[in-house]
């Protein structure tokens, strides 16, 4: 049997039957579920910091509300203001209850962040989320535009 990855949009996910789904989560082949900025629910804060005041130059923050999941997830978000040159510092935890606006709590799940890789046009990250069933996640991602390079060694 080959494995390959399943990319599927978050819409398109969302359609499929529950049963299909789960078939899918239990199969053990990693998932990869897209989505772009403007099509996600999810609340804005964004901002510029004068360049005079802070060397870092633009600062851009978002919550981002993935659905109700559990097991193994890369989440690929696809936002204009990321490049390979950007520092992408993500959060994750369990929706509170009201939408992203309310905030997230912790609660008996374990929520595992693994990997953050910032790309040209967005950022994609390797998460788990100990639990059995499906339950609510968000992600706070705060951008940082990185202005200098130091080699190493």
């Known amino acids: ?25 239990a199969s053990g082949i990693p998932l990869a579920i ?29 919550r981002v509300d993935w659905g109700n999941r559990h097991g193994n997830w890369i989440l690929q978000l696809n936002w204009g203001v990321i490049s390979s040159r950007t520092a992408v510092f993500v959060a994750i935890g369990e929706g509170a209850a009201g ?5 997230k709590f912790i609660g008996s799940a374990k929520y595992t962040l693994f990997n953050v890789a910032p790309r040209a046009g967005g950022v994609d990250i390797r ?26 060694g």
């Open 127 to 152: 998460i788990n989320i100990d639990w059995d069933s499906d339950i609510r996640i968000y992600a706070d991602y705060l951008v940082v535009s990185i202005d200098r390079f130091e080699p190493s």
């Open 34 to 62: 897209s989505a772009s900025v403007p099509e996600r629910r999810f609340c804005v804060a964004t901002s510029t910091v004068d360049e005079s005041q802070n060397a870092a130059g633009i600062i851009s923050s978002m």
């Open 99 to 103: 939408g992203p606006i309310a905030g």
């Open 1 to 25: 049997m080959v494995e390959k990855d399943i990319h599927l949009s978050k819409e398109l996910f969302d359609k499929l039957p529950e049963l299909a789904r789960d078939a899918i989560k």
